[in-house]
């Protein structure tokens, strides 16, 4: 039945994505697509958090005519996913998903149980869930970890100071403010079994999903610019070296000018990436960390999140590997802006 779910919404997305605006044929200079553009479209269809965004990256990626349904999608497909997104059942077969893979059988088998129901289900049950189904399903799995008493028993003081250290230095968001809210005044030590069951997992989650969700937005946004740019300036260029004697001075300077916008346009984008490398690095080595910890730890609370911690750190060092092709395409970019300068400025 997932099997079956999930190429819905690829069909689904696949005929919406066909008639978004500008989905006509294009010229064969928009249709030059790089090993980079491609990478781009492929990383977005394995790890986008949005199943849209996915959905519509695999359309373009397997396509016959890949180069144009590549081009297609990095002008227009992309975005529209992105608003497709948001749409209330996408959003709520998301978070669902997410629900899955984060609050594990063995630790919270009502919530994961009560997901598992309605991941396959009618949107009408995917929106009871996330309205009151959700809410429902931990209140009962907290009852029931109350009832044994085993998991509150086996939190020790160590356990505290950890969970503090994290509100305070873990480098995502929201691991950050699901520690903090574990040991906020006055919360017993119910409040760190439930940390520790699912808002350990599903904060780091969260974190992964919101920087991939940012970085994806933010590069195509950059990327269409810099693609517009770097065209003006290529065009410039030619305008320059076919022109008359005469005109050549002053369409150099233009050209110049041009390629000197473009290199400065990489700018936000080189200095992004530069800081994604550095933040998946500090996340990878953080959850290696914790995954160390969990394994040389004992009693119920620490195995919750021995599996997740293990997954998280290889999902932020993929990031790290991403960050840096994105970072060598941005400076690949800058070059090509420097070196068209430089031919515009130097003595004919």
Same mark, same amino acid.
Not at 41 to 67: E, G, N
Not at 120 to 140: D, I
Not at 214 to 243: F, G, V, Y
């Given at each position: ?17 066909? /008639? ?18 491609? $990478?781009? @479209? ?12 996915? =959905? ?9 005519? /890949? ?5 297609? #999608? ?5 975005? #529209? &996913? ?24 063995? #630790? ?9 129901? @309605?991941?396959?289900?009618? *949107? ?46 873990? *480098?995502?968001?929201?691991?950050? =403010?699901? &520690?903090?809210?574990? @040991?906020? *005044? ?8 439930? #940390? ?19 970085? =994806? ?17 290529? =065009? ?20 110049? /000018? ?27 080595? $953080? ?16 195995? &919750?999140?021995?599996? *997740? ?27 090509? &802006? /420097? ?10």
């Amino acid at each position: 039945m997932l099997k079956r779910a999930l190429f819905s919404v690829f069909l689904a997305v696949a005929l919406l994505v066909s /008639q978004t605006p500008g989905a006509q044929a294009r010229t064969a200079d928009q249709l030059a697509v790089s090993d980079a553009d491609r $990478n781009l @479209v492929f990383m977005l269809m394995l790890y986008d958090p949005r199943a849209t965004v996915r =959905a519509a990256a695999t359309t373009a990626y397997i396509d016959d005519a /890949q180069d144009e349904a590549i081009t297609r #999608f990095l002008a227009t497909d992309y975005a #529209f &996913a992105v608003e497709l997104a948001r749409e209330s059942d996408a959003t709520n077969l998301d978070f669902v998903r997410r629900v899955l893979e984060t609050y594990l059988p063995e #630790f919270a088998p009502e919530v994961h149980a009560a997901a598992q129901r @309605v991941v396959n289900g009618t *949107p009408g049950e995917r929106e009871a869930f996330v309205r009151v189904g959700y809410a429902a399903a931990q209140e009962r799995d907290r009852l029931a970890r109350e009832a044994s008493g085993e998991a509150k028993r086996a939190i020790i003081e160590a356990d505290r100071a950890f969970v503090r250290d994290l509100g305070q230095t873990d *480098p995502g968001e929201q691991v950050r =403010a699901a &520690a903090a809210f574990a @040991v906020r *005044p006055g919360a017993g030590d119910g409040a760190l079994v439930e #940390f520790f069951a699912y808002g350990w997992a599903g904060g780091g989650r969260l974190d992964l999903d919101v920087h991939r969700a940012r970085a =994806a937005d933010n590069d195509i946004t950059w990327r269409m610019t810099a693609t517009r740019l770097a065209k003006e300036a290529r =065009a410039a260029e030619k305008a320059a070296l076919e022109a008359s004697e005469e005109a050549a001075e002053q369409l150099r300077a233009q050209a110049a /000018q041009a390629w000197r916008t473009a290199a400065d346009r990489t700018g936000p984008a080189r200095s992004a990436w530069a800081e994604a490398a550095e933040l998946s690095a500090r996340q990878a080595e $953080n959850w290696r960390a914790v995954a160390a910890a969990a394994q040389a730890a004992t009693g119920p609370n620490w195995q &919750a999140i021995g599996g *997740p911690a293990v997954g998280n750190e290889q999902q932020w060092s993929a990031e790290h590997d991403w960050a840096g092709e994105r970072a060598q395409y941005w400076q690949d970019l800058l070059a090509e &802006a /420097q070196a068209g300068e430089t031919r515009m400025t130097r003595t004919a």
